[in-house]
C-alpha cells in the first residue's frame, strides 16, 4: 500500500505478503477497460454544458474528463491518494474521501459510480489500494449498497445517478436495494463480454 503522500513505499501489505499490484502486473490506480468505456459513454450521452457531476471513485479521472467533454463541470472523489493523484494529472479537479461524503446537499445534476464490483472471498483479499479498486466483498456489492444509502443526499431536485454494475453482482438485487431507500431505476447501457454482462443503472427519485 502506498503512503498517504502517494508514494509507493511499501511493496507488501501489513502481513508481509508481496501487494495485489505487483502480484498481477497491474498499476496501482485502476486503469480504464470496458466498464469505465460503456459509463464514460453513457455519461457523455447524459450530461450537458454546465452540469454539476460527480465521478465518485475516479481512479485515473477517465469518466470525469468524458463529462467535460461535453462541457459538464466535473469533479473526481476517491479514497486513494494514488489515484488522486493521477486523476489531478489527467486535468481533473478531484477531491480525497469516501463516496459523496465530502459534499453538500443537492451538489449534484448527475453522479456517476463505476465501483469494485468483483466478488471477492474474505480470505482472498489483499490490503492494498488496487484491491479497493477490483473486490467487491463477498457479493460484489461492498461499497454499491452505502453509496445507494448516501448518493440521494447531494443530488440536485431532478438530479440522477449512474451505477455501472455486472452480472456478477446481480443488478436486480441492486434495483430492489436501491427501491427500498426511495430510488427508482432503469436499465440506460449494456454490453455483454465472455464471462459478463457490464449495465448502466440510471436512478432518480421516486
Same mark, same amino acid.
Given at each position: 500500500m502506498g503512503d498517504e503522500d502517494g508514494s509507493d513505499a511499501g511493496d507488501e501489505t501489513d502481513d508481509g505478503r508481496p501487494a495485489l499490484a505487483d502480484q498481477r502486473g497491474v498499476e496501482t490506480v485502476y486503469q480504464? =477497460?470496458?466498464?469505465?468505456?460503456?459509463? &464514460?459513454?453513457?455519461? /457523455?450521452? /447524459? &450530461?450537458?454544458?454546465?452540469?454539476?457531476v460527480l465521478d465518485v471513485g475516479t481512479g485515473s479521472g477517465y469518466v470525469a474528463v468524458a463529462a467535460g467533454e461535453v462541457g459538464a463541470d466535473a469533479v473526481g472523489v476517491d479514497l486513494s491518494p494514488l489515484a488522486c493523484r493521477e486523476a489531478r494529472d489527467n486535468g481533473v479537479a478531484v477531491v480525497r474521501g469516501d463516496l459523496v461524503d465530502p459534499f453538500c446537499d443537492d451538489a449534484f445534476d448527475l453522479v456517476a459510480f463505476?465501483?469494485?464490483?468483483?466478488?471477492?472471498?474474505d480470505d482472498a483479499e489483499w490490503d492494498d489500494w488496487m484491491e479497493h479498486a477490483l473486490s467487491g466483498g463477498e457479493d460484489g456489492r461492498r461499497l454499491v449498497d452505502p453509496f445507494l444509502d448516501s448518493v440521494e443526499r447531494v443530488l440536485a431536485p431532478d438530479g440522477e445517478v449512474?451505477?455501472? *454494475?455486472?452480472?456478477?453482482?446481480?443488478?436486480? =438485487? *441492486? /434495483?430492489?436495494?436501491?427501491?427500498?431507500?426511495?430510488l427508482a431505476s432503469e436499465r440506460v447501457a449494456s454490453e455483454r463480454h465472455p464471462y459478463e454482462e457490464l449495465v *448502466?443503472?440510471?436512478? *432518480? /427519485?421516486?
Open positions: 480504464p =477497460a470496458e466498464d469505465s468505456d460503456l459509463l &464514460a459513454r453513457t455519461v /457523455r450521452e /447524459r &450530461a450537458g454544458p454546465g452540469e454539476r463505476n465501483p469494485p464490483y468483483l466478488p471477492t472471498p449512474l451505477l455501472l *454494475v455486472s452480472s456478477l453482482t446481480d443488478p436486480d =438485487a *441492486v /434495483r430492489a436495494y436501491a427501491r427500498e431507500r426511495g *448502466v443503472l440510471r436512478f *432518480v /427519485r421516486s
